[in-house]
């Protein structure tokens, strides 16, 4: 069964009319289209599926998407006013999967129905990825692990931050990627303990840190990995060294705990347990991971207030960090697949 008759067949055991999907990420879902598309895909309890788009992004797309009819909005015309049209009157319950409430009580006023915003029905579907997507995800992966690792072996004293992005980004581009995941990050020495740090003219010198944190998009699927190197030199008996130690021993702790079953917050409880043993648990900054898909971001999340349950055909990511100050940060991340007899790695 197509992804469109899955939902259609969620929407006919739940009682909606028609589900709406705005966010880019459900629409590929949801169409199995492998280049970026946007507009609004009108999915109805039977019958035909619209994609609403506007003139600027129908040029680029067949009349038809995997039996989803592309309906083009006019120029200037806003796509919540194609949808009026397109919807008409006689429905009853409606869900989006994001919208302003604004926009839900206008669309309640004008038909006459019940709105419902944050439809989780996709992002549901999107946990458990089919064999499909995990081929595209491996390839995204391979894309990001053999860029990763020939950057870092052509590091050179003197060359900045920005440079080693821009060699990462030029080179997955060149692998086939669409483009990198997120914005790569690159830090070296003391840059590296702020975790989401942007490049800059920062040059390499002997014994930095340097931290790389890197993806790759391959038709529309993402891949996550960071890695954490000493250049030119020895972490011995530093404070890095223990650093180092202390984040490789939590995520294989961690790994030890991902099965179908295990509970999100557990893995992140197991992870942070050794980094307190090692006396940087206060300086893990952010969650354990996240899943990855379509989104660099998706459900479920590891992290301590997270309840969800892994399930099989999940791809999450696992990333402890450790950011002191004054003095760097570590963080090493991978992306895996859960199976029933446990994790598999993605990236290498």
């Known amino acids: 069964m197509s992804r469109i008759g899955r939902i259609q067949d969620r929407l006919s055991r739940t009682g909606i009319d028609l589900l709406a999907l705005r966010e880019q990420g459900n629409i ?7 280049k970026p598309i946007s507009g609004i895909l009108l999915i109805p309890r039977s019958g035909e599926a619209k994609l609403l788009t506007s003139p600027l992004e129908s040029v680029n797309l067949p009349p038809s ?12 015309e806003r796509l919540l006013k194609g949808f009026l049209r397109e919807v008409g009157k006689g429905l009853k ?29 996709v992002s549901e579907m999107r946990m ?3 064999k499909h997507e995990i081929e595209k995800l491996k390839r995204a992966a391979e894309i990001a692990s053999s860029t990763a690792r020939e950057v870092l072996e052509d590091l050179r004293e003197g060359v900045s931050e920005v440079e080693v992005a821009c060699h990462y980004n030029r080179t997955i581009v060149l692998k086939e990627a669409l483009k990198p995941a997120f914005e790569t990050i690159v830090a070296f020495g003391e840059d590296s303990s702020n975790p989401h740090f942007t490049p800059s003219s920062r040059r390499l010198r002997r014994g930095d840190v340097v931290l790389l944190d890197a993806g790759a998009d391959y038709l529309n699927y993402k891949s996550d990995l960071t890695r954490t190197i000493v250049f030119r030199g020895e972490a011995g008996k530093s404070m890095i060294r223990e650093m180092i130690e202390a984040v490789e ?3 294989k702790a961690a790994e030890e705990k991902v099965f179908p079953g295990a509970k999100a917050c557990e893995i992140d409880k197991r992870a942070c347990e050794v980094l307190s043993e090692y006396g940087f648990d206060k300086h893990f900054a952010h969650g354990l991971g996240h899943g990855v898909g379509i989104d660099i971001h998706e459900p479920p999340s590891i992290a301590p207030s997270s309840n969800e349950e892994l399930k099989t055909g999940n791809v999450i990511t696992i990333e402890p960090g450790v950011y002191v100050p004054g003095v760097g940060g570590v963080r090493i991340e991978d992306t895996y697949l859960v199976t029933d007899s446990g994790p598999v790695k993605l990236t290498f």
């Open 28 to 34: 590929i879902y949801a169409v199995d289209w492998d």
């Open 65 to 76: 998407l995997n039996g989803v009819k592309v309906v083009k909005v006019e120029r200037g």
């Open 93 to 121: 319950y409606i869900e989006f999967d994001s919208i302003d409430m604004s926009d839900a009580l206008r669309l309640e006023e004008e038909l006459g129905v019940l709105v419902k915003t944050r439809s989780k029905i």
């Open 128 to 130: 458990i990825k089919d």
């Open 249 to 251: 021993e939590a995520k």
